[in-house]
């Protein structure tokens, strides 16, 4: 399954629940534009993609550790496509694990 990270975003702000039964502990590629690089309180690299229903609410991204040095490469208005396991929202915002780039 592929989706953009409008299309995830749009998902979840509609109806969390099937939004849920769709993407939560599924794997699929997910396409957009980098907003942001962060890493968690763990110390885990994520990013954020833009066009998710305000900018308080951009689906999230976390990486697999392995790879730190390509989240190191990237920079914000780079368009990315990714696979990932969907892991539900925190407060609407989407949230992902487990990330590695699709190429």
């Known amino acids: 399954m592929q ?24 794997r699929f590629q997910v396409t957009g534009v980098v907003d942001s690089i962060n890493t968690n309180f763990l110390g885990r690299p994520y990013l954020t993609l833009r066009d998710g229903v305000n ?16 989240a190191a490469k990237l920079q914000a208005g780079m368009r990315v496509s990714l696979v990932h396991t969907g892991s539900g929202d925190v ?10 780039p699709a190429d």
């Open 55 to 70: 900018q308080f609410m951009e689906p999230q991204f976390e990486l697999d550790r392995s790879y730190e040095s390509y």
């Open 91 to 100: 407060a609407k915002t989407p949230m992902s694990k487990g990330c590695k």
């Open 3 to 26: 989706v953009t990270a409008s299309q995830l975003a749009q998902a979840y702000d509609r109806n969390t629940v099937a939004a849920d039964q769709q993407f939560k502990g599924k």
